[in-house]
C-alpha cells in the first residue's frame, strides 16, 4: 500500500465499520492516513507491514478499536484527546511500554503482546480511569513494579490482568494491593518459582498460576475473603499450599499436575464454600477421607491418576459427592460399605472397578478385574 492509495479510504462503502491494512509499505503512518478515513469506520487493523516504524495517531480519528499486528513498530504517538476504546499491539519491537500508552483516555481494554517488553511499570496506566482489562501475553517481562507515587484511578477500574507466556521468576504480590477490584489475575506459564509478600483483595477474585515452577507457595500474609478460584495446575508442589484456610471463599482448586504425595480431606475442611477439589496427576499414595470434617460444599473430588491403593468413602458427611479415582492402584473396595452421599463413583483402570454413575447403577454394580492397571501397579 502507497500514498498515492489513501484516496481509496474515501470509498469505503458506509455499511463497513472494520478494515484491515495488510503490507503497508511505509516506514510512518501520521495524520495523512488517519484523516482520510472515513467516519463510519470504527475499527481498524493493521497487519503483515514488515517495514512499518512508526505511528501517529491524531485528534481527529472517530474509530474505537485500533490494533497493530507483526509489523516493526518502536514508535507511537497519540493525542491526548483520543477516542480509542480498545488498542493492541502484538509481534512488535517496544522495549518498553510506549508513554503515548497514558494519553488512552477512553480506553477499557489496552494490549501489549508477543514484543520483547522486559519490565511492565503499573504506573503507566495510572490515570486511565476506563481502563478494565490488561494483556501483556508473550513478552519477556522479568519484573512488574508500580512507580506510581499517588493514587491512581486505575485502581478502581482495572479487573482483568494477564501476563502469561512471560519470564517472571518471583512475583511481589504487593504490587496489585492497590488493584482492588481485579477479579481476573493470569500469571501462566512463566517461570515462576517464587511468590513473595502480603496481598489482599476484597474482589471474588480468580487466580491463574498453571504451568509455573512453583514448589510451595503459602497464603499466611494473604487476606483474600472473597478469592473464589485458584488454578495451580503444572507446578512443583510436594505439599499442599500453607495456610489455605486464609482463602475462605474459595469454590474451585486446581493443584493437578504436582508432586503431591500425601493429603488428607480434613486439610479442606476450613474452605466452607469449596464444591470442587482436583488432584489429578500427581503422586499422591494415601488420601484420608475417613472424616466427619469435610469442606460442607463439596460436590466433586478428583485424584484420578495418582498412586493411591485403597479409599474408604464410608464417612462422606456432605450430601452429594461425586469421587474420580480412574487410574490409581485400587485393588479392594467394598461395595456394602459405602456412604449414600456418594452419587457417582469412577474408578476405571484400577486393578478392581466398581464404577457407577447412577442409583440404579449402583444398587447393581459389579467390580471387574483389570488385569493390565493390576500389571501396572505391580
Known sequence: MGESNFFMNGYIPCHVKEVTYQNVLFNKLDHAFFHALPRHVKHVHITRSPTLRSISI???????EFS??????????????????????????????PNAISHLQEAEKIGVTDSPITVLDMASFCHLSKLRSLNFHGNRIRHIVNSASKNCSVYNSLQYFHISYNLLKTLHMEVF???GKIEVLEIKQNRLR???????????????????KLKAIDFCRWNVPHMVFLDLDSNELTALPDCLENISSLTSLFLTRNQIES????SFAALSKLEMINLSVNKIT???????????SLRWLYVSNNNITAIDLSLVPVPSLEVFVSG???????????????TILLMIDNPIDCSWQSLQERNNVTCIADAASEERCT
Do not use: W
Open 263 to 266: 493429603v488428607t480431606i480434613e
Open 58 to 64: 491524531p485528534r481527529e480519528i472517530t474509530f474505537s
Open 68 to 97: 497493530i499486528t507483526a509489523t516493526a513498530i518502536n514508535r507511537i504517538e497519540i493525542d491526548e484527546r483520543s477516542v480509542i476504546k480498545e488498542f493492541t499491539v502484538d509481534e512488535s519491537k517496544f522495549i518498553t511500554i
Open 177 to 179: 494491593n492497590a488493584f
Open 328 to 342: 490409581n492402584c485400587i485393588s479392594k473396595f467394598d461395595t456394602n460399605n459405602i456412604s449414600p452421599n456418594v
Open 286 to 296: 494415601t488420601f484420608e477421607l475417613h472424616s466427619v470434617r469435610y469442606p460442607r
Open 194 to 212: 517464587l511468590i513473595q509478600g502480603s496481598f489482599r483483595s476484597t474482589a471474588p477474585l480468580k487466580l491463574y498460576l498453571l504451568k509455573n
